[in-house]
């Protein structure tokens, strides 16, 4: 049985989940710049610890409630080219701002005054976005579209066996950098 959210009840939700989600991203110290600059500089992979655990308990936890029916998949458009340039300009934009978009925004709700300014480097890049989207749309997305597809459909095997193949991949990346760790000290 579901229920829809929404109305006055969804925007508490929204309040509540965000309030954790910052406070989570503080304790973990992903929200402090220095550890996401040592991210980069292969110092401290906090980050990317943090990351692999949520995609594999994230993607598993929605795979979860949509198989229960209490959530939906909302695939988008798989535009390998658009994906790609998005996420180099993504990964260009964090290493110079040292923050993703969430952790910019804990950043700010903990008092930092230049996360605050470079949210609005992420405010023009949205607008910028915006204002060349039917040029994007013509020229960038056509290229590579796979349409509307999962993994799992595109190699045609079980999303268990690639949140398996994922989880394997964190564990090993864990000891990994568990060991590269402990080899500096």
């Given at each position: ?17 965000g309030a954790a989600f910052g ?92 996360a605050l300014v470079g949210a ?66």
């Amino acid at each position: 049985m579901t229920f829809p959210v929404t109305g006055s009840f969804a925007l508490v939700l929204a309040v509540v989940f965000g309030a954790a989600f910052g406070f989570l991203l503080h304790r973990g110290r992903v929200a402090d710049y220095n550890t996401i600059v040592r991210q980069f500089l292969f110092r401290d992979f906090t980050v990317l610890k943090i990351m692999m655990t949520a995609i594999i308990v994230g993607g598993v936890g929605v795979f979860l409630l949509t198989q229960a029916g209490y959530a939906k998949f909302h695939i988008k458009p798989a535009d390998l080219l658009a994906v790609s340039l998005g996420a180099a300009l993504f990964g260009i934009g964090m290493v110079l701002y040292g923050y993703c978009p969430g952790t910019a925004l804990a950043a700010i709700g903990g008092g930092s005054l230049h996360a605050l300014v470079g949210a609005f480097g992420m405010i023009a890049g949205g607008i910028a976005y915006a204002l060349t989207f039917d040029w994007v749309k013509a020229t960038i997305l056509p290229v590579g579209a796979l349409g509307r597809v999962q993994l799992h459909q595109l190699l045609g095997i079980s999303p268990w066996l690639i949140f398996a193949a994922l989880a394997v991949m964190a564990l090993a990346m864990f000891v990994a950098v568990e060991r590269t760790a402990a080899v500096r000290r």
